[in-house]
């Protein structure tokens, strides 16, 4: 493979995490509403707890560092929180 055919797989997967972590956010904008119905708050620290331990759990399977990966999920949740605040 060439160097520019390595970074447009590159940009593929680029592209395809983009749309992951919209899929992402627009989930937790329907859990939002849940919260809202039920009086929820929009921070579920044992919730966050399980992502990131079932992140490192993954970075493990698919052998990438679990520390990177983690700090990515943790971005990913205040991301969530921003999004889920923003539609309360
Ligand atoms: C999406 C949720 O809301 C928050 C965001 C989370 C996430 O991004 O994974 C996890 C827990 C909550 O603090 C949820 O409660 O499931």
Redo the contacts with the bound molecule.
């Keep these: 493979m060439t160097l520019d055919e390595l970074r447009a797989e590159i940009e593929d997967i680029d592209r395809e995490i983009v749309e992951l972590i919209a899929r992402?956010t627009y989930?937790?904008e329907t859990?939002?509403q849940v919260?809202d119905e039920r009086d929820?708050p929009?921070?579920?620290?044992g919730?966050?707890e399980q992502?990131m331990r079932r992140a490192g759990q993954n970075a493990e399977r698919f052998d990438v560092d679990s520390n990177l990966v983690k700090a990515v999920?943790r971005l990913?949740?205040?991301?969530?929180?921003v999004e889920?605040r923003e539609s309360r």
């Design positions: 992402r989930v937790a859990v939002a919260k929820l929009t921070t579920d620290e919730q966050e992502v999920f990913l949740i205040e991301l969530n929180k889920q």
